[in-house]
């Protein structure tokens, strides 16, 4: 599982850094820790366009967004 750490920062650098990470590893899920409320709805939309499915877990500063890939 590929790991991207986009805590601190701001949009739109989640997304860029999350869909670089989708081509560079097609196929492989994806765990996306990121402390922004805006960094996650982003991610999340960015994913489901994508084809990803998406389990978001919030912790108490933080929340880990595991994208897998929809098999068809």
């Given at each position: ?51 990803y499915s998406i389990k978001v877990e919030k ?14």
């Amino acid at each position: 599982m590929i790991e991207i750490d986009v805590r601190g920062l701001s949009c739109p650098i989640p997304v860029v850094r999350t869909k670089k990470a989708m081509e560079q590893h097609p196929g492989q899920p994806l765990l996306i820790l990121t402390d922004s409320e805006t960094s996650k709805e982003n991610v999340s939309r960015l994913a489901q366009s994508q084809g990803y499915s998406i389990k978001v877990e919030k912790t108490s500063n933080m929340y880990r967004l595991l994208l897998e890939p929809r098999v068809e």
